[in-house]
């Protein structure tokens, strides 16, 4: 079946340094979503890409779509114990381009150590 | 401005209990509606998803079952819960096709015992 994985499972920083997660896909994608989840909330849209090779940032956060629309990538500079969380890629269009369905990948943990 | 509402937030239940959770969104008109499982520290599989009223798909094989009765409800349910089916459960609406982000509730976390 259709899967996007996310490396790695777990990052814990000292505040200041930078963090990145990684988002493979099985299958080209027609767009991709991230999300952040707050410890004991829930996912929060932070940005969708569509575009090959599309690069976007987002203050701290940049996020980019790679040139096969397989893999994607967010990176975040300086962390802040505000960046606390999980966060999700998301593909689109994995089956037969069906945009309706969302397909999460692993997720990545990151903890920030003052 | 939409919302979306989920019920109820917390549950425990025993083995072999029947489960209903429901799930509404205000202010939008023929949303997509998803209902997604969290296990523990774990990742957010999709169960089920709908693109109008009375159509389902079903993503995983499993002992629960969806219902969509009204365009901006979404039924989450099982005649029998399993210990398996302990998680966290979040239901989530979108307006579908690329330009889709999903709106999530704010989750049901459930405990099988």
């Known amino acids: 079946g259709q899967q996007v994985m996310q490396i790695p499972q777990y990052q814990h920083v000292q505040e200041g340094e930078d963090f990145t997660t990684y988002c493979n896909s099985s299958?080209?994608?027609?767009?991709i979503q991230w999300y952040k989840q707050r410890p004991g909330g829930h996912p929060v849209f932070l940005i969708q890409?569509?575009?090959?090779?599309e690069v976007k940032k987002q203050k701290r956060l940049t996020f980019q779509f790679g040139e096969a629309k397989k893999n994607s990538s967010l990176h975040i500079t300086a962390t802040q114990t505000t960046d606390v969380g999980t966060y999700f890629c998301?593909?689109?269009?994995?089956?037969?381009?069906?945009?309706?369905?969302?397909?999460f990948g692993t997720g990545t943990r990151l903890q920030v150590f003052p | 401005s939409q919302t979306i509402h989920q019920w109820p937030a917390t549950l425990v239940q025993p083995v072999g209990s029947p489960l209903s959770l429901e799930c509404t969104v205000e202010?939008?008109?023929?949303?997509?509606l998803y209902w997604y499982r969290q296990a523990a520290g774990r990742g957010l599989q999709l169960l089920f998803y709908?693109?109008?009223?009375?159509?389902i798909s079903s993503e995983v094989p499993q002992n629960l079952s969806a219902s969509r009765p009204q365009d901006r409800q979404f039924i989450l349910s099982s005649k029998k819960l399993l210990l398996s089916d302990s998680g966290f459960y979040l239901c989530?609406?979108?307006?579908?096709?690329?330009?889709?982000?999903?709106?999530f509730g704010e989750g049901s976390r459930l405990t099988v015992l």
């Open positions: 989530a609406w979108g307006t579908g096709g690329a330009g889709g982000e999903l709106f």
């Open positions: 299958t080209t994608l027609s767009n």
């Open positions: 890409l569509v575009k090959s090779g």
């Open positions: 998301a593909g689109g269009g994995l089956e037969a381009y069906n945009t309706d369905k969302l397909i």
């Open positions: 202010g939008t008109s023929n949303p997509n």
């Open positions: 709908s693109v109008g009223i009375g159509q």
